[in-house]
């Protein structure tokens, strides 16, 4: 794989432009459509609305309403797909290196936001065989992807959208510069793919050609997934820039954008039912987490091996499914194909009859442990992360919590790279939206703090609270006796404990 491949654009920040950007160009003109006046007035609207206050033009943006009404769940899958070159025929035999399930719920209002790592070795549906799961997309264009998505989740993908990396630049320039806190020095140069990443770390407004040099960059140790993590996190930047009113006065630029570099199989109506579901979107409505596994070389090639089981805890956290954990393992191996760490097995002469060949996840096996990890009635167990200098901060949220009535096993120091951003890591089978919605509820501090999904199937650990080095201390409130673990009220009792000390572990 040459280096321009393993450096082309992974334009997550262009699919939310998809989504929000044309929600808004698309949306509204759908809605001047069927008032048959768009063609009519849509030069003078835009000479008004320059003349307005921003105040008065969010107003006017919000009278644009009433959108469809979102009726039920929709997951659309959202790809950012390479370049063949500028001779090249666009969106033909790309490989889609950004492969996002995005799960909106209107009943919750919440989305949820599940990366697929392009590396993921999973069988390619209508029998292409097993490979690279961002090669589906090159065999047979965005339906071959969806095919292929439903077959590994065991779940519906209603409508893709698919981006070209010649769109990036263009739609940040459209939107102007972005809020963006860039994590660590970011330092790359690449001559033969045209990359040349030299960003600070803060929190900054990204220009253009920054915003593709933030996402891009996976020179770190973390690699493609650091970058998967960097997505997530410019998405929940990102949205706010769309609240803008002035991004109204840009509409026609947009809509220009999407004819240009998109290609769905969304209707204006379906645009225009997003964007209702979205422009009211608050970032702590965002939950974001990516399919576990992990990294084998499997007959000399490198892939990503996603779990089964955590997987179908991501699926039931994020896209309010109850999938086939037998199902999906089933989706990542033929019949002749055994999952092995090492290139070095004899698959020829491997016995699939044997039992260790036939062992593998199930859903009763799964179901099992979630049912005994339910039943657990300690305290939750959370374990704090921290960047150094935050050590006083971290010893707050660890006292506060105990008096809670929760469990802190650890406080665990990291960098300050590794640290920027507040969240709260969902990592248990029973840790879920009710252990979210009591921890918030208890301190208000944590309202804002983003939740990420990351499950490991055997862990001692509930939940990891990260702070950042912006953190304030979280102290204790009147709230904090007045539910249980669950959420549900107590009557100002909290149950008692066993509080483990915590203690500094530097890492």
């Known amino acids: 794989m040459t280096n ?37 007035v849509a030069p003078a609207v835009k000479a008004q609305l320059k003349k307005l206050s921003p105040q ?24 950012g797909v390479d370049s063949n070159g500028r001779k090249a025929k666009r969106f033909l035999n790309t490989r889609s290196d950004t492969m996002i399930l995005a ?7 919440k989305v949820g936001l599940i990366s697929i790592p392009r590396d993921s070795r999973v069988r390619i549906a209508d029998h292409k065989g097993l490979d690279k799961i961002n090669s589906a997309h090159a065999l047979g264009g965005p339906e071959l992807a969806k095919k292929t998505v439903e077959q590994l989740l065991g779940i519906p993908v209603d409508h893709y959208v698919v981006i070209d990396t010649q769109g990036l630049k263009s739609v940040c320039e459209i939107i102007g510069p972005i809020e963006v806190k860039v994590e660590k020095r970011m330092r790359y140069r690449d001559r033969a793919s045209g990359l040349n990443i030299d960003l600070e770390p803060g929190l900054q407004k990204l220009s253009a050609a920054q915003v593709e040099e933030y996402v891009r960059f996976r020179h770190d140790q973390k690699g493609d997934l650091g970058r998967i993590d960097r997505q997530q996190w410019f998405l929940r930047q990102a949205s706010h820039k769309f609240k803008e009113p002035s991004v109204v006065l840009k509409l026609p630029d947009i809509i220009k954008f999407a004819n240009e570099y998109v290609v769905t199989d969304l209707s204006i109506n379906d645009m225009a ?15 974001t987490a990516m399919l ?7 007959k000399g090639g490198s892939y990503y091996v996603p779990d089964p089981e955590g997987v ?47 062992a593998g996840p199930s859903n009763d096996t799964f179901q099992a442990a979630w049912a005994n990890s339910c039943a657990d009635e300690r305290p939750m167990r959370f374990v704090i992360r921290y960047p150094m200098g935050a050590e006083q901060t971290a010893k707050d949220f660890a006292e506060s919590l105990t008096e809670a009535g929760y469990t802190v096993i650890s406080r665990v120091r990291c ?26 509820s208890r301190f208000p501090e944590l309202t804002e703090f983003a939740v ?43 149950k008692a404990s066993r509080v483990s000390r915590s203690k500094d572990i530097s890492g």
């Not at 699919?15 to 048959?36: F, M």
């Not at 969902?426 to 919605?437: Q, V």
């Open 4 to 40: 321009a491949r393993n450096n082309s654009v992974n334009s997550f920040q262009v699919l939310c432009a998809a989504v929000l950007g044309i929600g808004i160009g698309i949306g509204v003109t759908w809605h001047l459509d069927h008032q048959g006046i768009r063609s009519r």
């Open 56 to 79: 008065n033009l969010s107003k006017v943006a919000q009278s644009v309403s009433p959108f469809p009404r979102m009726e039920g769940r929709t997951n659309v899958l959202l790809m």
């Open 103 to 109: 799960s909106l719920d209107p009943e919750t209002h």
């Open 273 to 287: 039912t997003l964007f209702g579901f979205a422009k009211d979107l608050k970032e702590s409505q965002i939950e």
């Open 292 to 298: 576990p596994g992990e990294a084998r070389m499997i």
């Open 312 to 358: 179908a805890m991501v699926l039931q956290r994020l896209a309010g499914a109850s999938p086939s954990v037998s199902a999906i393992a089933s989706a990542m191996s033929s019949d002749k194909d055994v999952l092995e760490a090492s290139d070095a097995e004899d698959y020829e002469n491997y016995d699939l009859a044997s039992d260790d060949a036939q």
């Open 415 to 440: 960098k300050a790279a590794d640290c920027a951003h507040e969240q709260i890591v969902l990592n248990s089978l029973r840790a879920d939206a009710k252990l979210t919605a009591a921890l918030k």
């Open 452 to 494: 990420v999904v990351n499950p490991l199937t055997k862990t001692r650990i509930d939940a990891t609270i990260q702070i950042s080095p912006d953190t304030i201390p979280l102290m204790p409130h009147e709230t904090a006796g007045q539910f249980d673990y669950d959420g549900s009220d107590i009557n100002g009792e909290v």
